[in-house]
């Protein structure tokens, strides 16, 4: 069994070296991927072993970029585009929702759309303006895009894998506070289905569903939670569209209490939604309204203010005991 301790970055590097091995149709697009093998060093070495037309170096110009490989898809291949940082996604955004989102629909179901988009997303890391966003919420509202986030190494890997091997547009959001958290990643176990939510941690009392980099917040709070006698359940979503709600509703069913944490702004964000759909689901069972933990509305603050801003410990468990309190 082919086990190793890996960086999340370092997963996903892996994963592209994968995909670039077993399908030379699978190409590469982003600026500064190859020479310099990304701001993160996310494609470190691809660029030296697979060449310049698999791993391409391009201008800055998302929107370009993302037309160049929606063309690409039209002609059989997979792009894989970069995008630098979350807040650089933008320009590129008409292309995305407008031709990407919709082509499979457009033409019948007879032209298919393989392009994956990675972008790394949210804060933590002390970065200036336009590179701590945390966009998924928007990319989640669009049919014809499937949104994903991973939050340990193993799913960095095999998500990406799934979602390179899809026939839909996949928006694939990596968390860059995380990708030097290191965790076992086994690349011979045949993965989850890529948009089923999963349960790291039993617990009977109170539910808390979280996504990419929440998710190790999330479980530090289980923890310290334990320690004052709550037990709690944390579920890994790793899917913001589709959303495993069956997952979800099966959890709450069985604690009566659901708290969604994500980093972005809590105002019509992922955890509204889920907040919405469990509480028609799940009305007489819960013991408690839903909450949600998560950014201000607001814009992003300078580094020295993100962490008042970032939603930590302090805050998940305070919305543990409102709920609890019930």
Not at 3 to 13: E, G
Not at 246 to 272: C, M, N, W
């Amino acid at each position: 069994m082919a086990v190793q301790k890996l960086p999340l970055a370092k997963a996903i590097n892996e994963s592209l070296r994968t995909a670039l091995e077993n399908d030379p149709k699978v190409v590469l697009m982003g600026e500064d991927i190859g020479k310099l093998g990304g701001v993160f060093r996310v494609t470190d070495g691809l660029q030296k072993d697979f060449g310049e037309e698999r791993v391409i170096d391009t201008p800055l110009a998302e929107s370009g970029i993302v037309g160049t490989a929606i063309g690409l898809a039209l002609r059989g291949y997979r792009p894989v585009v970069e995008i630098q940082f979350d807040g650089f996604v933008f320009p590129a955004y008409d292309q995305i929702v407008t031709q990407l989102a919709k082509m499979h629909a457009r033409s019948l179901g007879t032209v298919k759309m393989p392009v994956v988009i990675r972008i790394p997303y949210g804060g933590g890391i002390g970065a200036v303006e336009h590179h701590s966003e945390s966009p998924e919420a928007l990319f989640a509202h669009v049919a014809g895009l499937k949104v994903i986030s991973p939050s340990n190494s193993h799913d960095a890997y095999w998500m990406l894998q799934q979602a390179i091997q899809s026939d839909d547009p996949v928006i694939y959001f990596e968390p860059k506070r995380r990708y030097w958290d290191k965790s076992d990643v086994d690349t011979e176990t045949i993965p989850a289905p890529v948009h089923q939510a999963r349960t790291l941690r039993e617990g009977t009392d109170l539910t808390l569903v979280a996504y990419g980099p929440m998710v190790k917040v999330c479980l530090e709070a289980a923890a310290a939670a334990q320690e004052e006698g709550k037990s709690v359940e944390v579920l890994d979503l790793r899917s913001m569209s589709p959303i495993d709600f069956d997952s979800i509703q099966a959890s709450v069913e069985k604690t009566g209490r659901l708290v969604v944490v994500h980093e972005a702004p809590v105002f019509y964000g992922s955890g509204a939604e889920i907040a919405a759909r469990i509480t028609e689901r799940c009305f007489y069972h819960l013991e408690a309204p839903v909450l949600r933990v998560g950014g201000f509305h607001a814009p992003y603050p300078p580094a020295r203010l993100e962490e008042e801003y970032l939603p930590g410990l302090d805050r998940v468990l305070d919305a543990v005991d409102r709920s609890l309190a019930y």
